[in-house]
């Protein structure tokens, strides 16, 4: 294990007997199928997968600000303690442990068949007052089937659109996980223990937490392209892919939403949209999901757009000089806090306990959403999520006071599984140029969010 490694375990891990980490359910993920888990405060972790392995160690430098820094390789195994609790634990992957590539990687996640309930307690209903985890982050009692007992049928029978209501008080203490990160862990141990017989190694990889500076992070998760599938692929994927472009704004301007969670601060609540209600959106329906990931519940935060804007061009004039990569399946994640700190400068309540913020009068709000649709609403308040690890590192925010004024926002390029270039030796086809897929889908996001600036501005 390298010196780096070490630390990182000893600084952020949580401890596990035998110089393991145990992980967690990572609360913030919003899209992809791939399990991911946090590992620490400032990292997460999630299956290796050799070619996303592959680009991280190859990274050109130019890309290096724009996707999440790689801090190396562990080795994961599903495992019980003395208590009968289930556990997800990380160990140092030695030289020895060379044969736990994951060969099939997509097989970490998709679950064979329906989830297996691990005992016949009677199902209890997922709301606000039910807590799906055990007390102890990571743990999951097989005892009182917290974790495995969810049914998959339920998950599907909910809304695409899910909200759920925070109380008055501390905020982030309440966020424990969104519907869509609790379902890929469920699915991942249901994997890992159909194949704990046969094998319980995994190879994971660590990577940067880019929420870890947020109380409140707001997430928006862009599956980016023309394109999905992979050089590799076969003939059914890539027509599944195919038809799941040419079905969504993925073929007309190259962006889809795969996944949200905002916090609307005005109604005090959270709202999460999943991959498949942002795969039925038209091309007006995908600028309003953008109005209303950038919107508080009282009013368009117009000063995030101008930062992300300047982000997603630097972005472009990056991926315009990366020749022959192409970056099939990757997703582009927004990031900023939902609860940013105030400025000393102009003292506001925090919206709740104390009173309302202290926003613009309602002359100075637009009385219509973006591109004249209606305002979003906090009505609807419909199937609440509860339950979960702690929030991710979300207690600590690195922006100090002053910087409210200059709103802190990421952009950044995640998911790398089907990405080529010609410095990968062993790829039969080799791509010319560049990704005109992706950058076409920046060219229209940089487009809309412009034009969502300007409405703001009228």
Not at 187 to 194: A, F, V
Not at 311 to 330: K, W
Not at 341 to 360: K, L, V, Y
Not at 423 to 448: M, P, R
Request: proline fraction near 5%; include cysteine; aromatic fraction near 8%.
């Amino acid at each position: 294990m390298s010196p780096a490694l070490e630390a990182l375990m000893q600084a952020e891990g949580t401890p596990y007997p035998g110089k393991g980490v145990m992980l967690e359910p990572f609360v913030h993920q919003v899209g992809g199928h791939s399990c991911v888990l946090r590992f620490g405060e400032q990292t997460i972790c999630k299956p290796l997968i050799p070619r996303e392995h592959q680009f991280y160690k190859s990274l050109p430098p130019e890309m290096r600000k724009f996707t999440p820094q790689y801090k190396g390789v562990v080795s994961v195994s599903f495992e019980e303690d003395e208590e009968g609790n289930l556990c997800l634990i990380a160990y140092p992957l030695h030289s020895e442990s060379g044969d736990l590539e994951n060969k099939d990687p997509s097989t970490d996640c998709e679950p064979k068949s329906k989830m297996v309930k691990w005992s016949n307690k009677k199902q209890s209903p997922l709301g606000p007052e039910n807590d799906n985890y055990s007390k102890d982050r990571g743990r999951h009692s097989r005892k009182e089937d917290k974790i495995m007992s969810y049914n998959r049928d339920e998950m599907q029978q909910q809304a695409e659109v899910l909200y759920f209501s925070l109380e008055k008080g501390n905020v982030v203490s309440q966020i424990k996980h969104n519907p869509w990160s609790l379902k890929c862990h469920q699915q991942h141990l249901q994997r890992m223990k159909e194949n704990a017989k046969h094998r319980n190694q995994y190879k994971f990889i660590l990577l940067e937490n880019l929420t870890w500076r947020y109380r409140v992070p707001c997430v928006l998760d862009l599956k980016m392209g023309t394109r999905q599938h992979g050089d590799d692929a076969s003939e059914e994927k890539k027509a599944n892919q195919i038809r799941k472009c040419q079905q969504s704004t993925s073929a007309s301007i190259g962006v889809r939403l795969c996944g949200m969670q905002v916090y609307q601060s005005e109604p005090g609540q959270l709202m999460f949209m999943n991959k498949y209600h942002g795969r039925k959106l038209t091309l007006a329906g995908f600028k309003e999901a953008l109005y209303q990931f950038f919107h508080n519940g009282h009013r368009l935060r117009h000063e995030l757009l101008s930062p992300v804007l300047r982000r997603l061009r630097e972005m472009q004039a990056a991926l315009e000089a990366c020749e022959s990569y192409r970056f099939y399946s990757s997703s582009l994640l927004i990031i900023y806090d939902g609860d940013p700190p105030r400025a000393p400068t102009r003292p506001r309540h925090r919206g709740g306990e104390e009173g309302d913020e202290d926003e613009p009068s309602d002359e100075e709000e637009e009385e219509e959403g973006a591109f004249g649709f209606p305002r979003s609403s906090s009505a609807g308040v419909g199937t609440g999520v509860s339950g979960g690890s702690s929030n991710s590192g979300g207690s600590r925010s690195s922006h100090s006071a002053g910087e409210a004024s200059s709103p802190v926002v990421d952009v950044r390029m995640i998911d790398f599984a089907h990405t080529t270039c010609r410095h990968y030796g062993e790829d039969s086809v080799v791509h010319e140029g560049q990704d005109s897929g992706f950058i076409f889908g920046l060219q229209n996001l940089i487009t809309i969010i412009s034009e969502l600036e300007d409405h703001s501005a009228d």
